[in-house]
């Protein structure tokens, strides 16, 4: 991530990266594949983030 950004907006695109991260192999295990995709992940190109 680039340098040249307020502190404030870098936490808060770093809190989407980590919302945008995919589920956990031992998760899709213990729920037998019942949870396999995330709701809340996000391509970082095709969707924007609204971050003030």
Not at 17 to 40: E, H, S
């Amino acid at each position: 991530m680039g340098s040249r950004k307020p502190s404030g907006r870098k936490i808060r695109l770093q809190k989407k990266t980590k919302q945008a991260a995919p589920v956990p192999a031992w998760i899709i295990l213990k729920t037998r594949r019942g949870v396999r995709t995330n709701p809340k992940r996000r391509a970082w190109r095709s969707t924007d983030v609204e971050v003030g």
